[in-house]
């Protein structure tokens, strides 16, 4: 069993930036891979970026590439989403997920673990 606790969201203007983290409970984190999605009000939820489970191999989705890193601290059993040049279309809940296996992957039925999500608000 694995629970994820995000954090780190708020309110931000456009161009700021924020850090939103994920705590993991357990023994095995350093075995799987995890994920960051959103989802916005009216919208369905979509994936963000992804990171493998040695952190060596990370995916984004188009919207966020270059503005968006995600990593991870093993040691810590935490992964982290630093977000940087925030849009107002990246208003959204943001959760955090953990793989069932150490390969990144960006489709959400590859994730069994998920957080309860942190509200990250941009405006203009």
């Known amino acids: 069993q694995v629970q994820l606790v995000e954090s780190g969201g708020g309110s931000v203007q456009a161009g700021g930036s924020l850090r939103l983290s994920c705590a993991a409970s357990g023994r095995t984190f350093s075995t799987y891979a995890m994920g960051w999605f959103r989802q916005a009000p009216g919208k369905e939820r979509e994936f963000v970026a992804t990171?493998?489970?040695?952190?060596?191999?990370?995916l984004y989705a188009d919207s966020v590439k270059g503005r968006f890193t995600i990593s991870r601290d093993n040691a810590k059993k935490t992964v982290y989403l630093q977000m940087s040049s925030l849009k107002p279309e990246d208003t959204a809940v943001y959760y955090c997920a953990a793989a069932g296996s150490g390969r990144a992957s960006a489709r959400t039925e590859e994730y069994v673990y998920w957080g309860q999500g942190t509200q990250a608000t941009v405006s203009s």
């Open positions: 990171i493998d489970s040695t952190g060596l191999r990370t």
